[in-house]
């Protein structure tokens, strides 16, 4: 529907049934120092031909593998180039779909319930869990839901967060925790495999409430859950998993089975793009123990008098429903449109596609960390075992290297140094399935010619 201003005889019409005289006097409960006395400084107004001609010359400057131009990324970390199929498009620009509000009256909203469901049924098969709700904002919140609803469960105002988890996931954590009388210990990675010292969980005390690991980490090394969990539960805490390259849930052993209480992250490589950094698609999911604890909603199935079966929202321990202290969680919504996708797009692929999909993503990865390892002056920073995000270490410092690279347009990857001050020369390096032979082979002659 195309934007269509009010007239000039609209909007005195208005003013007059206000009983004002002047737009001015509508907002007379501004304070006059608050209140902006110019223009705005911003272009001049476009015919809607000269902003479809606009939009369309920024938009070919853009340079990314899918386009098809010459660009090469290697760039990852919590935000991963993936191929999504047309079917997604195509079903989620039907009205029903990008128009649906919270579905509060079931009899009109079947269409997306029976799609929430199926998307935390997924999600729940991908993590080993027993439930899972209809989504989160990102992989971050989640992870900070995660810290909330251990507190809940465990009466315990401590978290104890893996130094290796993704730093960003952790300053919202932080944001979270700030004013609820929450604290938190950081549990310090191996300096040779990157993954969690695991001697650092025998030093852990009964007044932690959750220990929270990411796997594959934020170096992309795979944590060894099984352990951890065993050593989190000796103390009566609940064990956390953050995933952010949701794809590898399609090839690793799944978390539940590995023994986590909740599984949570962000669900952005199933057929969500990348979008410049966001709006993304949190998951979560936890054991049927914990279900009354969960952030956010849950759809479940059920049956009318005549024994029909339908969709409803089943839980929604949220403030909007019950009183503000017994709520679980301020979060009011889900990701409707993203839960979609990612279940348009684990439809499509089915189990053995997404299996083969990630199965590529390890292999390419895997490919082009030999093909680095074997240059001089190249070396993989950490020794533990990867999907497809692994780190190496250059010979010159990593923003210099990045610059090099750039004018022979590749993006090499995310400089570590930005998170990690004594990493200056190393660099986190992602390979999808979307990445090239090619592509690698030039990021290896490039990084060759950089001594």
Known sequence: MRYI????????????????????????GIPDNLQLKRPLEIPPAKAESEALRYFREMAEKNETPVTGRKMASFLGAGAYQHFIPTIIDTLISR???????????????????????????????????DVSNASLYDGSTATAEAVLMAERVTNRTKVALAGNIHPEYVEVVDTYIKNAGISKVMLPFHEETGTLRLDALGNLSEEIGAVIVQSPNFFGGIEELQRIAEATHR????FVVVVAEALSLGLLQSAGRAGADIVCGESQSFGIPISFGGSYCGFFATREKYQRQIPGRLVGMAQDDQG??????????????IRREKATSNICTNQGLYALMSTVYLSTMGRQGVREVAEQNLQKAHYAARQIEALDGYQLRFGSKFFNEFVISGPVPATELLARLREQEIIGGLELGRFFPGMTNELLVCVTEVTTRQDIDRLVAALKSIR
């Open 5 to 28: 201003p009010n007239s000039s005889f609209e909007r005195e019409q208005m003013l007059r049934e206000m009983g004002l005289k002047s737009v001015s006097e509508l907002f007379r």
């Open 308 to 321: 029909r079966s339908g969709f409803v929202l089943t839980l929604a321990t949220r403030e909007q429903h």
């Open 95 to 129: 009205s029903e779909f990008y128009t649906s509000y919270t579905p509060y009256q079931p009899e009109i909203s079947q269409g997306t319930l029976q799609a929430i469901f199926e998307y935390q049924t997924m999600i729940c098969e991908l993590t080993g869990m």
């Open 235 to 238: 103390i009566g805490a609940l």
